[in-house]
């Protein structure tokens, strides 16, 4: 197989990996799709370092898995301009969004989603304009929950017409939050429902377990604390 396309199947095969939860498995691929940086595109490349800093967020290094985005960031900047260019920004700045919310920047979270949503709508594609949708509902709900909730569902709209999935159930958990925590219990669960179903599809082990979690904490918090139990149990 040609050096980019080598690059890409890796890239990918890391993905599915790592929402299989072999972290190990993974890392090599993501490394082993970077070894030719000179023949990869940067989707590829971005697919790949993605991946990278997932595992070391998956081990709750955020900080590491931030640097490895910021240092995958400053290398698309050295790149010749290219029509994946905004769309693999669009989702490296969408993950750094995630690693600083996590490791308590928030500042800096909800300044990576604002520049993840620019670029999406820049990148002139569906799945890069629900990306930088998702992550911008998702950092700003507790400012702005109207704003957040309509981002999320305008981002969703767009993966339900075939979009990439891949920030989706983020998103939908945001919203549920949201839902809950204005009491309104049915609205929560029907945005964890569809979120459950999605990442069932894939595989995704690790996000259906945070899926799962969030719905503990939204049906504890609305006034069904056997239905939450179940889901703990």
Known sequence: AAPDRRAAVRGIAASGAVQAGDRAHAEGLARAALEDRAAARPLAMGHAYTVLSLVRAHAGEFRAALDIVDGALAEMMELPESQEAPSTLTGLHSTA??????????????AE?????????QAGNPSSLALGLLAFGYVGWR????AALAAIEEGAQLVREGAADNALAGGLQTAALVH???????????QLREALRYERQVGDRV???SILFCAVNVL??????ELAATCVG
């Not at 400012?143 to 109207?146: H, N, Y």
């Not at 809950?180 to 029907?190: K, Q, W």
């Not at 504890?220 to 604390?225: E, W, Y």
């Open 97 to 110: 969004m995630y690693w600083a919310l996590m490791g308590g920047d928030v500042e800096r979270a909800k």
């Open 180 to 190: 809950a925590s204005r009491g309104h219990a049915r609205d929560a669960v029907l």
């Open 207 to 209: 996000t259906t377990a």
């Open 113 to 121: 989603a604002r520049t993840a949503l620019e670029l999406g709508h």
């Open 143 to 146: 400012d702005d929950p109207e």
């Open 220 to 225: 504890g918090s609305t006034g069904f604390p």
